[in-house]
């Protein structure tokens, strides 16, 4: 059964750093392009950044350039969202995805698999 677990969130001051997980199971996420988006109340889900399949090259919204990265433990089969200098604007719920495909998609439908998300919340 292919299935993504996020986890790692939580409350954080403004500047803060928190570290996001995403465990993958039934299938290898090194061979998929991963995803992670995030969805405030009231608004759209969003990209925020992704990871090519079988290689380090990343993707991301300008919203968090020099502020997020992800990374992969293949391992592990787990993909990482490292958060720093918090903002209160990045308050959502992050949600991790998988796509079949070696380019990272910033298209929410273009994924396969979706996580069951996890609340993050900067306070000011």
């Known amino acids: 059964q292919v299935r993504l677990v996020e986890s790692g969130g939580g409350l954080v001051q403004a500047g803060g750093s928190l570290r996001l997980s995403c465990a993958a199971s039934?299938?290898?996420?090194?061979?998929?392009?991963m995803g992670w988006f995030r969805q405030a109340p009231g608004k759209q889900r969003e990209f925020v950044i992704g990871?090519?399949?079988?290689?380090?090259?990343?993707t991301s919204a300008d919203s968090v350039k020099g502020r997020f990265t992800i990374s992969r433990d293949n391992a592990k089969n787990t993909v990482y969202l490292q958060m720093n200098r918090l903002k209160p604007e990045d308050t959502a719920v992050y949600y991790c995805?998988?796509?079949?495909?070696?380019?990272?998609?910033?298209?929410?439908?273009?994924?396969?698999?979706w996580g069951q998300g996890t609340q993050v919340t900067v306070s000011s």
């Open positions: 995805a998988a796509l079949r495909n070696f380019a990272v998609s910033t298209t929410a439908n273009a994924y396969n698999c």
């Open positions: 039934g299938f290898s996420a090194s061979t998929y392009a």
């Open positions: 990871i090519r399949a079988t290689d380090t090259s990343t």
